[in-house]
């Protein structure tokens, strides 16, 4: 008789433990092994929610209900492996251990744990050390003749910095004991970068050489504040692809073990892949002189788009807005923030843009800024800030006797525009969306609580040129949404006469690839200059990085793509 | 002969290698023991700068010639425990190891490790899990004669969430190679609580009962963005306190160990005491119904004051700053945060008031602010938002058919004293200090740009009882800075007609263990409903907790003062 292997991508908020229970109840109706991401029954990353004692009480009740569910349930031919939380309690009632475990849940008998994550990634967004006690063991699973490997998501990566490899220890142990897996499982809650599902494939296929048996892999859907989960579950059999889930979308599809073929000839690779290199994904090219950022595939911006459009959806939805607010200046990033929540929005949702001009702005950014709106059929709100910001600078000029000047003067210009864009939003119900980019985040050239202010971040993990980049894309996939005089004119903040960001800051293609050598790489001065960079320019930058981690301290969300982003992830001393 | 053990209760900002050899060559000229702080060598929390290379080439460089330094020393009858990093590298440089250890500076030979951190802290604040790999084996130093247990930090305390207890191991040890301590020696990095050196004190007489000797407990001084230590060296000999080093202030001390006198006949209390309840230090009386926040002692608001001056200064000195700029309100909490900034001034530095009144202040506001900065001998500038705020009205009610009403007009008003609070700011050059209270953060009291705006928060740590509190101190010890009419009037943002806080929160004496509960305790509804609170107020409470995350989020540094802060340790997801 054939086995039947159910792949579920669940969607599911936090904690939505109805909305999870009758997910089960729907499924349990389909004979064969159903499988669930890690910790489907309460969702990740949970930080602090899981010490918090409504929480720990509300799982557990659920914990027991679905338990007794099951039980009561007649016998059948079905299974389940969901990953949950499995708590061990001091008398007290408080916590001593928690475990990220995968559990078996059987009709007629309930649920039991069946093993515990090995591996807890402790690095950058990951705390999983913070809360979680490791397993110690391997483990396997029988069902209909078969018997599977378990892994729970960083289980499948070797990594200089972890002392374990369970894939390693697991084939050890398969060898010793002469088992004959018919598949690993692994089920996940890991979050997107772009580029990441090639590295995960190349993984997934090394394990499935390693056990000469398909590598089944189960993942999230889901958005948690900048954190996103893109599902894109799949079957690997040995190098070969069998079966790809959606992405960044709930999915479901299942497949007959027996049928699946597979080629387990080649020699798997199993060096670490995860030393702090690998696991940042360097993206810079060191064959030019100087190094150049890496340009995006049309396939990589597809996925940064879809992330995007995702994460701001996600984002919108828990948070209860229908509608988006965006500053528009003329410029590219305003631009390319606008383009995506327009092409983001549901029928029930809308999007209002406003451009207020200072005496600075370019009649050239009037003009764009209409026709963009034109393109996009979205109202713009045209609300100039020349006499609030005259009025600012005459009662400054009569209150103090200190002159009003330059980054005053540039500052007023920028605060002011926080406050009336945020005046709207509270007006209009309408959710700011942030417009700065990760180039002007890691230099600082932005101004607090002015054009920094927002509720997310689009584009706050996207450097500039990759902004232009994913803008060129856009307009190539999408019939030209931005006009071409916004991507062509130079980039400026246009808070002075004739400002433009060149003037102040190395071109941004030098920048780009230093700031990604600071940032993921972690390089020094030296270093950066071997890679063709002026000490004058290094220098510069690394100043204007190291004394703008204040503003970054009180940035809003942003909207996680890349391995290496600021955000919670970020943890630096500041002073 | 007698045996000299010397704390050095050091103070340097991170990665200040030239402060730190300087400080290494003036002792040595000094026979001893000389002991240092945990990660003396290059500071602490270094967080993700362990891993940039930078750093790494400096501190390598630095530890190098510190070797080539003590090589080159004559002979001596001096030796130093020092804390600091110890990396293991791969062939390629890439860290794979890093190790917080003690390592020994021999005059004539060099430097070499002795012992590595065993417990490493990774809740709350701490991360050492991220980036430490731990040690696996007590150690002991002979010198004198005398043979000494090393510890690092967290290794004195036990735990119900480690596994292991380095104390009792080492118990079982001593025991067992029937080893005879003179003395266990902890080099700490330990941040500074209101009244955690009583749990310090405590501890540390348990140890030093355990082994019968003198537990030598030397720790640093110094503030990282919100953390603060305290310093606070000190040597419990039993039961006894022989010797305590100053509060947030480098100092020395030396003792002959041969002259120390002890009582070490009492048992020691080893039952873990660092559960989550124990570690976060709840302050909540039971006894009362409903229950209450227990009051500061008059001891604990001089410690408070003490670390909210010295948090303060460090921020300041390492940003550059040497003016200050606070907004008064007319209220408790802005006179407060005006009464500590002044108190905590050098002769080099001002701090700057200022009022900015809107049609909704109260006269009194006015006369309290006047009053305030007299007394204090500060200047205040008058600065009324009234005209802003009607021309702000006005153009939005030309571009826009919205009615411009409630929030809306209660927010501009705040946000247009952010805006010319950071004006004056930036005409200055002066650091503006927030003035939020930890009441008002968690329950999202402010406006996000607005009344939350700036540099680091001093109070937002206190609860508004604790404001209270704290002003009172300040006023019996230091000739009433703050004006009574301040303290006695009733809380209001003054941002509606009449309003009042107590208009749409429960009272700050009913709020505050509530919001303890939550924070601290982590209770849930039903809990909080069995201390006394009814399910309407507590349901009222966590509604504005849960919806107010997306403020905290953008909040700036809090120095922290308490177990549990918002701030770097607070994880939770936010929608």
Redesign the interface.
Known sequence: MATKLILHQTHHT?ADFEGIFKTIREFSKVDGLHLFPELFLTGY?????V????FI?TYLGFQTGLDAWARACPKASWRALLGGLRFEM?SSG????IKNVIYELVPGEGLRVLYTKRLLP??DIF?E??YFTPGTANAYYDFGGHTFGLQICEDMWAS??HELDPCEDMAREVREKNLNLSAVINLSASPFEAAKRKKRFERAKNISLLFECPFVYVNRVGG??EILFDGASFVASGARLSLELKHFEADERSFELEALTGDYQGKPNFRPEN???GLFSPRIDTRTTPATLKSWTDQECADVFLALKFGLQ??AR??GFRKFLVALSGGMDSALVLAVVKLSLSPQQSVEAIYMPSIHSAPASTELSEELCRRLRIPL?Y?PIK??HA??RN??TQ??P???EG??DV??QS??R???L???S???GAMVINTSNKSELAVGYST??GDS?G?ISLLGDLYKTEVYRLARYLNENFGDPIPAGIIERGPSAELRAGQLDQDSLPPYDRLDPILEGILS???????LQGLGFSAQEVTKVLELYLKSE?KR?????ILKVKAKSFG?G??????
């Open positions: 936090l990353p949970l930080q602090d929610l010490l918090q004692r409504a009480d001091e408080i916590p001593t251990k402790n690095y705390d050390q913070k200089s910095f948690e504040d030393t702090w290199e996600e984002y828990k948070s709100s609300f006499f609030l009025m600012v009662s400054f209150g103090f200190d002159p009003f980054l005053v500052n007023v605060r002011l926080g406050l009336l945020y005046t709207r509270n007006q209009t607090q609580y202010v509720a790489y972690r390089l020094s001065k030296t270093q204040y301290a009180q940035f809003c969300p919670f970020y943890r630096v001393p500041m002073t």
